[in-house]
């Protein structure tokens, strides 16, 4: 079962705009992952933050992880239209597999 | 580095036919494959783990019989849809984590494959 829930499912912006996406899951992790989808194609990793992190930082994309919530968000600044995407969070944990989040459908707007 | 491809990239099959999917890590050995199926708009779903040389770790709800997984060395693992029937069609994803890789696993994932079934 998918332990991790997203928020928004869909976000419209305009180009230059920031876009923020949420991801909340229930059980206790070793990392946290962040991966991209253009449609119908494979995923693409962009970011992985620890369990004893709480914050990152990737050129325009920024992590944070709040353990005590149970939460992450993913921050990508000054969007282009080329951001346009689905976006998952994945927990990790030791046991090395990974637990989808629902996604987050990201349509930016020239 | 750390390229996972996939093969085929699409598959159409009659009803009833077994299609056979295969997943290599092209640059790095990968004790460890994972399997994963994806609805339309849906997001990924684990079906199994896959342990070089040893037996599929499948999930709660995948038939083992019906997904046959084989990973026969560091590179290469195999899923084979039996008897395929329309349900199964979906987008087959995988993914590998490096043999060497620390604590915190990232894995790499394949370009993913796209199976229709008549």
């Known amino acids: 079962s998918q332990q991790g829930e997203e928020d928004p499912q869909a976000l419209s912006i305009q180009e230059g705009e920031n876009a923020t996406m949420n991801c909340s899951y229930k059980t206790s992790i070793n990392n946290l992952q962040w991966y991209r989808q253009n449609s119908g194609r494979g995923l693409v990793h962009l970011i992985l933050?620890?369990?004893?992190?709480r914050e990152k930082h990737s050129g325009r994309l920024r992590v944070t992880l709040d353990t005590s919530k149970k939460s992450s968000s993913l921050l990508i600044t000054a969007s282009r239209a080329a951001d346009t995407a689905s976006y998952f969070c994945?927990?990790?944990?030791?046991?090395?597999?990974?637990?989808f989040g629902e996604g987050t459908q990201l349509t930016v707007n020239p | 580095g750390a390229v996972v491809s996939q093969h085929p990239s699409w598959v159409i099959c009659k009803s009833g036919t077994s299609v056979k999917i295969e997943c290599r890590s092209l640059?790095?050995?990968?004790?460890?494959m994972f399997w994963y199926r994806q609805f339309p708009k849906q997001s990924l779903m684990l079906m199994a783990t896959?342990?070089?040389?040893?037996?599929?770790?499948?999930e709660q709800g995948v038939e083992k019989d019906k997904f046959l997984i084989n990973h026969a060395s560091l590179t290469l693992s195999t899923l084979t849809v039996t008897s395929a029937h329309p349900e199964d069609s979906s987008f087959y994803i995988c993914?590998?984590?490096?043999?060497?890789?620390?604590?915190?696993?990232?894995?790499?994932f394949g370009p993913g494959t796209r199976l229709t079934v008549l």
């Open positions: 994945a927990t990790g944990t030791s046991g090395s597999r990974l637990t």
């Open positions: 896959s342990n070089e040389g040893s037996k599929a770790t499948y």
């Open positions: 933050i620890r369990s004893n992190e």
């Open positions: 640059d790095f050995q990968a004790t460890t």
């Open positions: 993914s590998a984590r490096d043999r060497l890789a620390g604590r915190y696993n990232e894995q790499f």
